[in-house]
């Protein structure tokens, strides 16, 4: 049974930082398609950055790129997220996803910025 399972969220001023984790269990990460999804109270879910199994990365906004790192260890099999220059809004639930056919999302941290 695959399960994804996401920490590291919590409470920061604007213009902190926070490293997010997704351990998976139950499934191999690094031959996976693993993305980081946020949704916003009263929003729809969004896509933040994606990881191919290959390495390459690709971030949905440039508002997320230099701010945003998306990375994982294999050995750990663990993807990560690295915020930096958090702002107010980048509050929202972050997701887990990972795509192999199917797809299994992880059951959220919450990230919040205050001003």
């Known amino acids: 049974q695959v399960r994804l399972v996401e920490s590291g969220g919590g409470l920061v001023q604007a213009g902190g930082s926070l490293r997010l984790s997704c351990k998976a269990f139950?499934?191999?990460?690094?031959?996976?398609?693993m993305a980081w999804y946020r949704q916003a109270p009263g929003k729809p879910r969004e896509l933040v950055a994606g990881?191919?199994?290959?390495?390459?990365?690709?971030y949905a906004d440039s508002s997320f790129e230099g701010r945003f790192t998306i990375s994982r260890d294999n050995a750990k099999n663990t993807l990560y997220l690295q915020m930096n220059n958090l702002k107010p809004d980048d509050t929202a639930v972050y997701y887990c996803?990972?795509?192999?056919?199917?797809?299994?999302w992880g059951q959220g941290t919450q990230v919040t910025v205050s001003s």
């Open positions: 996803k990972m795509s192999s056919g199917r797809t299994w």
């Open positions: 990881i191919e199994p290959n390495g390459l990365r690709k």
């Open positions: 139950g499934a191999t990460l690094k031959i996976n398609r």
